[in-house]
DNA sequence: GTCTATAAATCGATAGAC
DNA sequence: GTCTATCGATTTATAGAC
């Protein structure tokens, strides 16, 4: 409790102000509109002292991105709780898209802009350390695929980390197109996430013998 | 052949080198590092000029829009000589994901921008007027879904309409998360393209009662 | 630690001379 | 029809006073 530490817990603090101004100016209009004038105005501190808490703007963008990022696992989490391993996906790909739909800026920033905040989740080279928060996600979902084949409700060919990129693709093509076509789509995209979650989930769980063309 | 036409073609001439200037600039920087300057420089005349020719910037975008749209177009067009109505759909997936990964920043104007520019390939409002390009070529995937219904090669239940948005919504996530995040995907994008294509129709194909799980 | 002031570089779009 | 010149507004980032 002396001088150094109260020093300390105020420099905390005022990063904490810049992260929470950045954080409500993206979440409004989005990552290209986040300027540091606009974050100085709102803590009421000169944008020159913002570079002493961060090293520039990507610097702000790489925190926010990680925070998101567990934003989107809080989303994910209760999935765990499924036990039946087809439910479980089908979790999956509902509450994956529905952080997309409630949360639309942060998932912008996550996976619509330039990667270079996707690379401070996913291992830069391909270490694929189990550290890394992007990696730990993606394997809960090759876990899931992992489990469903194992309990026979999909197809025990094909590889859960190509099943999983598979559903992670399509999912993403849904909030995409949504964010960025909104009024394209006649359907509502939370329809189109069941049906392709279904209609995927029926593709694997099919003998191979029951399709109608059997052959050419 | 008269001074008025020679003066005609001269500007059509012009007007056309403003646009290959700028289609060129897009197809190696993206659509935001186009600027009026750039094109002036390329065709060694003032950017004021480019005022003569086009309203603004944007308007310049959404004429290469229509012209990247109609490349897209191109692309599918093969697919409909394909008889088999289960092949023809899985050949729209593989032509349609193929234009995006062999020209990714035509893909990234028309599909990953803001919608401005496919506000004028799909109609404003809710008009579907048939003759708007948009709405021609999706009409395409809708026909050849009811094409596959009618022939039996898919389930004859679901909305054409809804399950061309999945199948379209779906391939473009595998395509915009392959242009935005390259290195995070695992399996090649076009596999990827494959087993999702593969695994839905298949999903379709399905009598409903050779699912696993049957109720519950 | 924070500020003012400013550098240095963009940009879109326009006015007016020629 | 084209140009020069420029307005006016951005931006990131830094230098240096206090």
Not at 109 to 130: G, Q, R, V, Y
Not at 169 to 187: K, Q, R
């Amino acid at each position: 409790m002396g001088i150094v530490e109260r020093k300390e817990r105020q420099r905390a603090e005022l990063r904490e102000q810049i992260l929470t101004a950045a954080r409500r100016i993206v979440l409004d209009e989005g990552f290209e509109a986040l300027t540091m004038r606009k974050i100085g105005d709102a803590i009421e501190y000169s944008p020159a002292t913002i570079y002493l808490y961060f090293e520039n703007r990507e610097a702000i963008g790489r925190q926010l991105c990680a925070e998101s990022f567990e934003h989107l696992i809080a989303y994910m989490t209760p999935v765990g709780q499924i036990a039946d391993p087809y439910e479980r996906l089908r979790g999956i790909g509902r509450c994956y898209t529905r952080f997309g739909f409630e949360n639309p800026e942060e998932y912008r920033l996550l996976f619509m802009t330039d990667p270079a905040f996707m690379e401070a989740l996913f291992p830069p080279d391909n270490t694929a350390d189990p550290k890394d928060p992007g990696e730990r996600a993606f394997q809960f979902v090759v876990d899931a695929f992992r489990a469903a084949q194992a309990a026979g409700a999909i197809r025990p060919d094909g590889d859960p980390v190509a099943l999983a990129e598979m559903v992670w693709t399509a999912c993403h093509g849904v909030v995409s197109m949504t964010l960025t076509c909104n009024h394209v789509l006649e359907t509502r995209p939370e329809a189109i996430v069941d049906m392709l979650c279904d209609t995927i989930l029926r593709g694997l769980a099919t003998p191979l013998t029951s399709t109608v063309r059997s052959a050419s």
